[in-house]
């Protein structure tokens, strides 16, 4: 079975600081990888994907990702952060080829950007 | 608004009794996911359709839950003799294609509070 390890539960940062979410995973194949945004009482938006080619991968609002496969590792990065992306952070996992598209999420990361 | 719509938003039930909540998907999704997430953790996958199928189901998701998908359209998912540790956010998420790579879109969730 696969299973996903968000290293931060909290992160506070100041504002136009860069951040840094660390995510960890295990699996016996391979995987794609995701990393989601959660705003107060709303549902998950997803902000970058890697499926396959650039182990760099861009997103929106900014944020980047990095895949390293001898580390396990999909952390994700932005270089300058604003008030706006305080929300709670989930780094999550598919199966190569399996059927469906059946996530398994991480414990999450809540970023509180400071003024 | 032609995301995915669940109803209703929030829940308060007293334990023992029933409830029901409903997805409508974004019109063209073949895929249907359930998912829940308590209080400060990542979402847990409970149950996928493909259209009308119901293709996998959790461990998480016991005898006292069911989840339907009548023609293919909205679901819903029902929770028989609540009890308190049922109290979560209950998230549905659609997809199109047969594609793995294809991304899920997340409702706003209900939560469910049982008293």
């Known amino acids: 079975a696969q299973s996903v390890t968000q290293l931060d539960s909290q992160v506070p940062v100041f504002e136009e600081a860069p951040v840094e979410l660390r995510c960890n995973y295990s699996s016996s194949v391979s995987v794609y990888l995701f990393w989601y945004v959660q705003y107060p009482n709303q549902g998950l938006q997803l902000l970058l994907k890697y499926l396959s080619g650039s182990t760099l991968v861009k997103g929106i609002n900014g944020f980047e990702a990095e895949f390293n496969k001898s580390q396990t590792s999909f952390h994700l990065r932005k270089p300058s952060v604003h008030i706006s992306d305080t929300a709670e952070y989930f780094c999550a996992v598919s199966l190569f080829r399996a059927a469906g598209n059946k996530l398994t999420f991480g414990g999450g990361t809540r970023v509180l950007v400071k003024p | ?115």
Request: hydrophobic share 25%; glycine share 8%.
């Open chain 2, 1 to 115: 608004d032609t995301g995915v719509s669940q109803n209703p938003r929030h829940k308060i039930t007293k334990r023992g009794q029933n409830v029901t909540f409903r997805c409508d998907p974004i019109s063209e999704h073949n895929r249907l996911y359930w998912y829940r997430q308590t209080l400060g953790q990542g979402p847990e996958f409970l149950t996928y359709f493909q259209n009308e199928a119901q293709l996998e189901k959790s461990r998480l998701l016991s005898d006292r839950f069911s989840a339907e998908r009548p023609k293919g359209s909205f679901s819903t998912l029902e929770i028989q003799r609540t009890e308190q540790g049922d109290s979560a956010m209950y998230l549905c998420a659609s997809s199109s294609g047969t594609s793995q790579n294809t991304e899920a879109f997340f409702g706003q969730g209900t939560r469910l509070t049982v008293v």
